[in-house]
Nanobody
Framework: VQLQASGGGLVQAGGSLRLSCAAS????????MGWFRQAPGKEREFVAA????????DYADSVKGRFTISRDGAKGTVYLQMNSLKAEETAVYYC????????????????WGQGTQVTVSS
């Protein structure tokens, strides 16, 4: 299984970025995908998740209304559209995958991708 994250970069506060995660080697039926982030000196935290089949989604309270997770089944890719970014959201963003009927959480991640750095300047 490979999860290839991309799309990070430097953006000013209030700006937008779209992260992508290309997944391979997965049997997408029963898979849930998610984004997590880890800021310097802090623990990794949940950002958003999506169910591959049912289109169910979940978001951390801190990003609701600003971030949108989506997926393209044909491309095997999950996206995270991030709007109105804040300086405190500077972090390494990780793509992850889990299995089961419930959306993936920190405790149910099975596969981690490499991170992509997002830096938000104030």
């Amino acid at each position: 299984v490979q999860l290839q994250a991309s799309g990070g970069g430097l953006v000013q506060a209030g700006g937008s970025l779209r992260l992508s995660c290309a997944a391979s080697g997965l049997t997408f039926s029963g898979v849930t995908m998610g984004w997590f982030r880890q800021a310097p000196g802090k623990e990794r935290e949940f950002v958003a998740a999506i169910n591959w089949i049912g289109f169910s989604t979940d978001y951390a309270d801190s990003v609701k209304g600003r971030f949108t997770i989506s997926r393209d089944g044909a491309k095997g890719t999950v996206y995270l559209q991030m709007n109105s970014l804040k300086a405190e959201e500077t972090a390494v963003y990780y793509c992850a995958a889990g299995y089961g009927r419930s959306l993936v959480t920190m405790s149910t991640v099975v596969h981690w991708g490499q991170g992509t750095q997002v830096t938000v300047s104030s």
